[in-house]
């Protein structure tokens, strides 16, 4: 056991991009999520439609051979998924945990025979290539972050900046404000003139589609489809939200705190010797949830619920 | 178009859920309440003649997972298209005793001669239902000679090829690192690591590190993908899989470092970077059974085993690699393969 | 109101009384009617796969119904999912949103696996011992879920599925080290012994978890229609503001009914040790924890429905299997199907609530 090759001064590094790649389709997720569950509404659905973002990107830029129209199917995807989960909890205001749960069950079903279906089996997998790294001038070849920051794919950058971009809605802009408010008091926000009805659609249709993209982020990365690839990363996206305190920017540090307890266990797996090590393997694979867990639970203890959306998950009936 | 065909077929699919769904709906299709039980349209259960076997495969993953099940379904497709066999295939079997016992009554009642359980995980399940079927053939992949009754096993001797293939590694290695992965520590898969390892020290001349990495399942590509960089990052060159060789093989291509395919010729998915495969050639198993069924000696069951030099596995070399192996390391394969397929060394065979 | 539906906040204050029940003629309209479109959607997905879809349904129930071996399938399936079912049912009344039955499950079959492993000498104790076990092992999880969740109000979504990823790795490694055979091969324990093992019902295959199932479908019945308990946690449910000034314990409510849930999932895991599996693998469970969550909202989360969904579900089970094999249709189908009449259902529900008012 080596801990100088988990966090010595060469491994440092990589531990960071290793960090960043396993974080980013969170972090996506759960800062649309945020956005979302501010207007009242839990999407709790991601896990599926980010399958769904996922498969459709994939098969969109098998095709085409384009990352972009990849990336753009997978928003796509999200938006469908999200249109239905809006018209189900907005609409008909079936409550928001079940849609959540049947929509997981839905898209991974319907993935799994989607991905059959086309692309049958081959003996010749089918693959794409995604975005080659870009490297931003200049930053790129600053001494160690340069690296790790400033040589990514493309879409990592559309992915940081779009959740910047969520956090700016939310915090400075009239949408955002209406979002707060709708998601505190809907009858107050309808009092002064704001739609909860179309704030909750566009917060359910904002998180749906960034959940979407991250599969679209997932597959670019990792060239290839499976059943379930995206294994679990819906469920932690909401489980982000919760320990952020509902904040964009705490959704990003806490998605990115996530992926690096996730490179750091696999790291440590890798230096301490496997099957025969004296801590067993299992105990690091948990290692993310277990502090996942007891972010939660610290986070709900210290703040109680002093920062949930006092109207979250409550559907509204317009009073006119 | 099959993707047009896809789409269309999801746009509706979606479109209809959120329109029609909680209205009428049932002038299309009823669900079929009178079904009776002899109206049963099976292709299988015609076959009263001697010829094709009817084989059934029970498989735990989707046909189509580019490894474990695909080169099982692969195999038994070949098989079928000879006309050796007539195939149904179950996939996405769930392991426990409930879903396996269920699978295996209506493949029986179908007329099922062969059922070929595909995961060791169905042993123990197949143990409980097969007292119940005395005259149907079944086998399950346990590879350790566990045969019962009409219960047969068949071995899948990875450790073999991933020994030779750990010596081309060894021929490559610039660190004395090698990588492994699984999604679970189970025996078979340790065992393939472990004879990798031992392959490569003696390509290598010189202990050698095997660097384990246990993912914790076996669908998570992105995890693989990301515990092999984490290898890499701590010297391992040259990686094995057992059991989620894609992830593996997107993150050597990745981090630009050798890595061995994993049951079929997986070369073309990394033609730069796949420096062999272990190739399973299953069929043999299969092939073994089915003439002992039809020629009415199983049941009772053996143990099926297809070793290296029965052709139970072989070494795909990707040729556009071969010549970035030590010429060294090359020459003790040809040495090696040699004397395994003549019996003259036997490969240490490390479960745990 | 019971239903799935959570009630708009501003109608909170004035519905301090349960709405009155839905007539069950009603109820079981809208039940078919989603059926229906649900298959009528299923169609569609099977006619995509090439299959003809009234074929592909015939032998769909056929296959579960169509003979007495398969008949018994159907309630071996059933009983496990009507015992998850009935608690995530109760859970889910009370707004606890228990999806962690999968990892509870896991850890009351460990748990069961472990006594037997510890105390084979228990005798006739060894069974029921191992049940009680079970069903308090994973009653633990559901109380250290539930008292984060009505004293600190813990989202229960996350902190039951983040115990399933820890459960399940808890599992992987016990069946490796401490709970593995030693005599076996495989990361499995050793076979329990028969002393251990649930009876059969009279010259079945089916187990006694059936009857298990009946007496706690009963028990809830008895518990919504009579018991206080039952009101509380509809109450609770409908609104926990006016629960707390009708003076309802609410937060002894919801530890209960997150201990009830995840107790009655571990008391299955160890029912299908015991019953059918007769061994600790990783794969004891075939997702059965989720599976339960479409039971219980399939039976609108009342003990006679998910009594019945746990059986319409299992009779998918088994007869997908038949499906697949004569129309060749793949697995993923039958969970599409599974999927589409959950959301369906939700849908027709919504619609006779309203026509209902």
């Known amino acids: 056991m080596s801990w100088e090759a988990v966090i010595g001064p060469a491994a440092i590094l990589p531990l960071l991009a290793a960090g960043i790649r396993l974080a980013m389709p969170i972090v996506l997720a759960a800062v649309g999520e945020c956005f979302c569950q501010r207007t009242g509404v839990i999407n709790l659905g991601l896990e599926g439609i980010m399958l769904a973002g996922a498969l459709s990107a994939f098969g969109a830029e098998y095709s085409t051979g384009s990352p972009l129209i990849g990336a753009l199917a997978g928003v796509g995807a999200g938006l469908v998924f999200g249109a239905i989960v809006a018209a189900l909890v907005v609409e008909a205001r079936i409550d928001q945990i079940i849609v959540g749960i049947s929509i997981v069950l839905l898209a991974s079903g319907i993935t799994s025979f989607a991905y059959l279906d086309v692309f049958g089996v081959t003996s010749s997998p089918p693959r794409v290539q995604g975005w080659p790294l870009w490297e931003v001038p200049v930053l790129s070849d600053l001494p160690g972050v340069g690296v790790v920051l400033f040589r990514q794919p493309p879409l990592v950058y559309a992915a940081v900046g779009m959740t910047l971009v969520v956090w700016w809605l939310l915090a400075r802009t009239r949408l955002g404000l209406s979002a707060r408010a709708v998601g505190e008091r809907p009858d107050a926000a309808e009092a002064v003139g704001v739609s909860p009805r179309r704030v909750r659609w566009i917060g359910v249709l904002l998180s749906s589609g960034m959940t979407g993209f991250a599969g679209a982020v997932l597959i670019s990365s990792l060239g290839l489809f499976q059943d379930g690839v995206t294994a679990g990363r819906g469920w932690v996206a909401v489980a982000i939200v919760v320990l952020a305190r509902w904040n964009p920017l705490g959704a990003i540090a806490g998605g990115f705190a996530f992926g690096l307890v996730d490179a750091f266990q696999l790291r440590v797996q890798a230096t301490s010797g496997g099957v025969d090590a004296a801590v067993p393997y299992e105990l690091f694979q948990a290692l993310p949830y277990i502090m996942t867990l007891a972010v939660v639970v610290l986070a709900a203890m210290r703040f109680r619920r002093d920062a949930q959306p006092a109207a979250l998950g409550t559907p509204y009936v317009a009073q006119h | 178009m099959k993707q047009q065909r896809w789409w269309m077929a999801v746009l509706a699919v979606l479109a209809l859920a959120g329109a029609a769904c909680g209205d009428t709906d049932d002038g299309t299709a009823t669900p079929a309440d009178s079904g009776d039980a002899s109206s049963t349209t099976t292709a299988g259960g015609a076959s009263g003649g001697d010829d094709p076997v009817s084989m059934a495969l029970l498989l735990n993953v989707p046909q189509n997972d580019l490894g474990w099940g695909q080169a099982a379904y692969e195999a038994a497709t070949e098989l079928e298209s000879e006309g050796e066999i007539t195939l149904q295939v179950l996939s996405d079997v769930p392991e426990d005793a409930t879903s396996t016992a269920r699978a295996v009554e209506g493949l029986v009642d179908d007329g099922v001669e062969l059922v070929f359980a595909h995961s060791f995980n169905y042993g123990e399940p197949l143990k409980e239902v097969i007292g119940d079927f005395p005259d149907t053939a079944f086998a399950y992949g346990g590879g350790f000679g566990d045969v019962v009754d009409n219960l047969a096993d068949y071995d899948q001797p990875f450790h073999e090829p991933a020994f030779l293939a750990g010596i081309l590694a060894g021929g490559v290695t610039e660190t004395g690192v090698v990588g492994g992965t699984a999604g679970f520590n189970i025996p078979v898969c340790h065992a393939q690591l472990e004879a990798f390892r031992a392959g490569a020290e003696i390509g290598y001349g010189a202990p050698v590190r095997l660097i384990e990495q246990y993912v914790g399942s076996w669908v998570d590509a992105a995890r693989t993908k990301e515990a092999v960089l984490a290898g890499v990052d701590q010297g391992a060159d040259v990686w094995i899989s057992c059991g989620v060789a894609d992830g593996t093989i997107e993150a050597a291509q990745e981090a630009d470092v050798a890595v061995v395919g994993y049951v079929m010729d997986q070369s073309p998915l990394a033609p730069e970077h796949v420096l062999a495969s272990v190739v399973w050639n299953i069929d043999e198993v299969m092939r073994q059974m089915v003439e002992d069924v039809r020629a009415g000696e199983f049941p009772p069951a053996r143990y099926y085993s297809a070793t290296y030099a029965e052709g139970g596995t072989s070494v795909a070399i990707n040729p556009d690699f071969a010549g970035e192996v030590s010429p060294e390391a090359l020459e003790l394969y040809e040495q090696y393969e040699a004397d395994i397929r003549s019996g003259d060394f036997e490969v240490p065979f490390v479960p745990e | ?357």
């Open chain 3, 1 to 357: 109101m019971t239903s799935l539906v959570g009630e708009p906040t501003q109608r909170e204050a004035t519905a301090a009384a349960p709405a009155p029940r839905r007539s069950f003629v009603g109820g079981a309209a809208s039940t078919v009617v989603a059926v229906v479109g649900g298959f009528a959607l299923g169609a569609i997905l099977l006619a995509i796969a090439g299959a003809p879809p009234l074929a592909a349904y015939v032998d769909l129930f056929a296959g579960a119904f169509g003979s007495r071996r398969a008949v018994e399938r159907v309630l071996v399936e059933a009983s496990p999912l009507l015992v998850i079912g009935l608690g995530l049912g109760a859970a889910y009344r009370a707004k606890v949103w228990n999806i962690g039955a999968q990892g509870q499950f896991d850890l009351g079959a460990m748990a069961a696996t472990s006594l037997i492993a510890v105390a084979p000498g228990l005798g006739a104790l060894l069974l029921p011992g191992a049940l009680v076990v079970a069903t308090a092992t994973g009653a633990a999880v559901g109380w250290i879920i539930g008292v984060l969740k009505a004293r600190y109000d813990a989202n229960v979504v996350i902190t039951s599925l983040m115990f399933n990823y820890i459960i399940f790795s808890a599992l992987a490694w016990s069946v490796r080290r401490p709970l593995k055979d030693p005599d076996g091969f495989f990361p499995a324990s050793a076979s329990i012994p028969d002393a251990a093992r649930l009876p059969l019902l009279f010259d079945t295959r089916v187990n006694v978890a059936l009857l298990v199932g009946l007496a706690a479908t009963a028990a809830l019945v008895w518990l919504f229609r009579r018991g206080i308990l039952g009101f509380w946690i509809d109450m609770v449910g409908a609104s926990p503001t006016v629960a707390e000034a009708a003076g309802i314990p609410v937060r002894r409510v919801l530890v209960t009914a997150s201990v009830l849930s995840a107790g009655m999932a571990g008391l299955a895991g160890g029912l299908v040790l015991l019953g059918t599996e007769f061994r600790l693998s990783m794969t004891i469970s075939s997702g059965v924890g989720f599976t339960a969550i479409v039971v219980a909202l399939l039976g609108r989360l009342r003990p006679f429905g998910i009594l019945a969904a746990a059986i319409f579900i299992a009779a998918l089970e088994v007869g997908g299997d038949d499906m697949q094999r004569t129309q060749g249709v793949p697995a993923a189908a039958v969970r599409v199907i599974q999927a589409l009449l959950v959301v369906c259902l939700l849908l027709a529900n919504r619609v006779s609530e309203r026509t209902a008012t």
